[in-house]
């Protein structure tokens, strides 16, 4: 091949093709026996990996094998059937095949002349996660990278809507237990750290609307001026859900802005088990919903509705010079319209074959294996004689080893070394959180690969551990 184009010969681009597809089906075949993390010191990934770039080419084969001897292993897989930390990003084949093509493609799903079937297939996907969340008619809907982009862009919206030029007295509610991407989103929007308010959450962890209530006719005292209610569908922490109804309730009466963060919970909706437990979702102005968490797929993902649609499109439409010619026509979208990215890849492709490939039965019932199997751990964990601090509630729960006669902070201490034990051990990935103040272990089973024997080898790994550490003191 000529020099300066960047190409390899065909034939090797196939055999470089198929090895990468022999790679992830070996990786899928392995993955319940590898072990689910590992982490490595900086010091020796630097050494592995710092060089200056070479100028001549390397055989592509020299350079794979290379990547998978030192980088591929050091990582944590969320993918993993005993990844129980954070959100798991459960995955699945259809969609990683989905991100390959559309990375091939390159197509740029920024405007409808530039890709009219991406954005079609953009359109007609939110269209379905639209009618299964229940929301109105009215909302749209644009994919982002991930939830604190689908916060940071909702909150865009709300600021535009609702806080109107006085931004210096504008003041944001959400509960201690929102997700941290919230406050950052307030403070990139222009709001002082002092009027993003952390109300006390109530006994279930949940925002209480009286709290907000008295909070906002306080500030309104104060010459402050209200403007938006964070709630949450799914807290990060215990998957506890705010009373949407109420505070939509609240909301309207006192003109504020409604979002909801369902980034990871709100996906349980689609469960016909689980909707009761989310009802209120289509009274919120705007929600945050993340398929790449409960929806399987690959990072990354995220997706944002507004209720009135309209007001993604007066937030975020500029108009230059240099698009003119792309300017949408009767019935088109052009997604950079409706959300911060004018270049951005063709995310609907993953979640479209998905639910394509395996059809919404197998997807509904892909989530609510992953209730199921937080219902199943909590009652393995209470045989074995952990303390439940939080019972199973959208895929997530809470516990302690508690051994009795230890003081707080041993406690507290303890549950963090069993955590940092797990993580050594490899087995499992099992990570503490913090509640009013205590250490408690927390688990999220959202992967429909777990097995139940994949629970009773973690629950009795986390209790050995247990014993182990406070048999050294
Ligand atoms: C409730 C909630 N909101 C927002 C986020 C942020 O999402 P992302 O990590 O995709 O930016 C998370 C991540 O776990 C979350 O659980």
């Known amino acids: 091949m000529g020099k300066g184009r960047l190409m390899l010969p065909p034939e090797e681009m196939r055999a470089f093709g198929q090895w990468v597809v ?4 070996d990786h899928l075949a392995e993955l319940p026996e590898l072990p689910a993390a590992q982490r490595e010191p900086a010091e020796k990934m630097r050494r592995r990996l710092e060089e200056p770039p070479p100028s001549a080419p390397r055989p592509w084969q020299e350079v794979l094998q290379r990547l998978e001897r030192d980088v591929l292993p050091a990582v944590m897989l969320t993918t993993h059937p ?6 798991p990003s459960p995955s699945n084949f259809a969609s990683v095949m989905a991100d390959a093509l559309a990375s091939g493609l390159n197509a740029f799903a ?10 079609q297939l953009e359109l007609t996907t939110l269209g379905w996660l639209r009618e299964l969340l229940s929301l109105a008619p009215t909302s749209a809907g644009v994919f982002l990278s991930g939830g604190s982009m689908a916060n940071l862009t909702a909150l865009a919206v709300a600021r535009q809507a609702r806080a109107g030029e006085r931004l210096d007295q504008a003041v944001a509610y959400c509960s201690d237990q929102t997700h941290s991407s919230v406050e950052r989103a307030l403070r990139l929007l222009g709001l002082s750290s002092a009027h993003i308010v952390r109300l006390p959450s109530d006994d279930g962890f949940r925002l209480s609307p009286a709290e907000v209530a008295s909070r906002i006719a306080a500030d309104r005292r104060d010459g402050l001026r209200p403007f938006c209610v964070v709630a949450n569908a799914g807290t990060i ?4 859900v705010d009373p949407l109804e109420k505070l939509a309730e609240l909301c309207r009466a006192e003109d504020l802005w409604l979002h909801v963060d369902g980034a ?4 349980a909706a689609l469960s016909p088990q689980a909707r009761a437990r989310l009802w209120g979702l ?6 945050t919903v993340d398929p790449h968490k409960w929806l399987f797929q690959p990072y990354g993902i995220g997706c944002c509705f507004v209720r009135e649609g309209r007001l993604l499109e007066e937030t975020f439409r500029v108009n230059p010079e240099y698009l003119r ?20 890849p063709f995310r609907a492709l993953k979640l479209w074959m998905t639910i394509q490939i395996f059809g919404m039965d197998e997807l509904v019932a892909a989530i609510e294996r992953g209730l199921s199997l937080a219902e199943r751990a909590e009652a393995l964990l209470r045989e074995r004689g952990f303390e439940m601090v939080t019972a199973a509630q959208l895929g997530v729960l809470t516990f302690r080893y508690a051994p009795e006669g230890l003081p707080m902070v041993a406690l507290d201490r303890l549950q963090e070394r069993i955590a940092a034990a797990v993580a050594e051990d490899g087995l499992a990935i099992v ?8 250490t408690v272990l927390r688990m999220c089973t959202i992967n429909p690969r777990t097995e139940e024997d994949d629970l009773a080898t973690t629950a009795e790994l986390l209790w050995q551990l247990g014993e182990e550490a406070h048999r050294r003191g």
């Open 22 to 25: 022999e790679q992830l089906l």
């Open 82 to 87: 005993r990844f129980f930390a954070f959100v």
């Open 110 to 119: 920024g405007t409808w002349a530039e890709a009219s079937g991406p954005a």
């Open 237 to 240: 922490n215990t998957g506890a």
């Open 264 to 267: 990871y919970g709100a996906a």
């Open 282 to 287: 289509g009274l919120a102005d705007s929600l």
């Open 325 to 344: 010619d792309l300017e949408p026509r009767a019935g088109e979208v052009n997604f950079c319209d409706l959300g911060p990215e004018l270049t951005r």
């Open 431 to 438: 990570q503490t959180t913090v509640l009013r103040g205590r």
